[in-house]
């Protein structure tokens, strides 16, 4: 792709700066993807995306719970600023061929046409777009699953950047990134990544290290070995994710807890209270909710059943006064304790 020239680029380097800090803040242990991904954001916010194409077109490969899907909503939430604002297509629901139809609608005269309001609409289209940006994400998510003709469907999208239809009404897509995302190569994968066979003491936390490359590898040769080669050459960026590692499991448990106190803050208002979860239930969670198998998928679950839940029960009881400092811990015997330190005992705050 030809690289264009830095004239005057100090403004577009501090915007660049931003975007990856807040990309990286959300997304963790994954160094390679905000290199990949944000380039076209920025080539896009510069008016230089190549025309009648969308702006960016990325498959995101790796084992599950690792970030794929988080990458999309974490570069929904730096540009637009809410994980909602994705057109997201699970490719699971359209499996056979004239599933498709729920996407474009059906042409005029056909069972069903008043009805059908056609998911990839243009209307639909802006509106996952905002006032901090125009650029519009779709997320095609599980790949793999799509019909025969939805994949037919996606190469005239990615090779025009625009799409009929079933009333004829032509959509343009220029102004969209697409992210579509696929276990490809996953149970391979996984083998590779059981304990026993070295993965964990693989150095896989380095951008490319030996085990991040043998899994790009592995996710490549099966992406090309389900997907035509029009397929694949119209994509931009295949990007290949690392295992989490202990200290990205750490940083990512850190990141949620960090958003329920700001979800308590917002929520319960002048009623809000200061959280802490001790270090032993900090352990207990990761190793409950994290695997080198399932990645960080379980980590949400663990959190709203020991701490949420439990949390839930003592704010609905009106035990907490505003201000109070509020530790979770765990006993000995697995059960969860929760300790409140009204305020006039905490000087400090
Ligand atoms: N790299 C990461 N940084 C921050 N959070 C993460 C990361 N990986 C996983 N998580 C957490 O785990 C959850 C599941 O991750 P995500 O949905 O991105 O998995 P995925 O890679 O898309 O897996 P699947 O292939 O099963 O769809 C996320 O909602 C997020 O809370
Ligand atoms: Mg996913």
């Not at 949620?256 to 009623?271: C, F, K, P, T, Y």
């Not at 900090?282 to 020991?306: C, N, V």
């Amino acid at each position: 792709m030809a690289t264009f020239g830095s004239g005057n680029n100090n403004r577009r380097n501090s915007t660049n700066n931003g975007l990856t800090s807040e990309f990286e803040r959300l997304l963790v242990g994954q160094p390679g993807v905000a290199k990949q991904i944000l380039p076209f954001v920025e080539m896009f916010e510069a008016g230089l995306t190549p025309e009648g194409r969308p702006s960016g077109v990325f498959l995101l490969l790796g084992p599950t719970g690792t970030g794929k899907t988080k990458s999309v909503e974490a570069l929904a939430e730096t540009l637009h600023g809410s994980s909602r604002h994705i057109l997201r297509i699970d490719c699971g629901e359209y499996q056979m061929d004239h599933e498709v139809a729920k996407l474009v609608g059906a042409p005029p005269g056909y069972l069903g046409h008043r009805e059908t309001q056609p998911l990839l609409s243009q209307a639909r289209i802006n509106s996952v777009a905002s006032e901090r940006s125009s650029l519009s994400i779709i997320l095609f998510d599980e790949i793999e699953k799509a019909a025969p003709s939805m994949m037919r469907m996606l190469l005239g999208i990615l090779d025009r950047g625009l799409l009929r239809l079933g009333d004829n009404n032509l959509v343009n897509l220029e102004r969209t990134m697409i992210f579509m995302t696929s276990n490809l190569g996953a149970d391979k994968m996984q083998k590779e990544l059981m304990p026993g066979m070295g993965f964990a003491a693989m150095n896989v936390s380095d951008e490319k290290g030996p085990g991040a490359k043998r899994l790009e590898s592995i996710g490549l040769a099966a992406a090309r070995k389900k997907f035509s080669p029009e397929f694949m050459n119209r994509i931009d960026s295949t990007i290949a994710y690392n295992p989490l590692d202990d200290k990205a499991m750490l940083k990512i448990l850190d990141l949620q807890i960090e958003n329920i106190q700001n979800h308590i803050d917002h929520r319960l208002g002048a009623r809000s209270f200061e959280l802490e979860v001790s270090a032993k239930l900090r352990k207990f969670l990761l190793e409950r909710g994290t695997s080198i198998q399932y990645g960080a998928r379980e980590l949400k679950r663990t959190i709203q059943r020991f701490v949420l839940q439990p949390l839930a029960g003592v704010i609905n009881s009106g035990q907490i006064p505003p201000g109070s400092l509020v530790e979770i811990d765990l006993k000995n015997g697995g059960k969860i304790l929760i300790r409140i330190q009204p305020e006039s005992e905490e000087e400090e705050d």
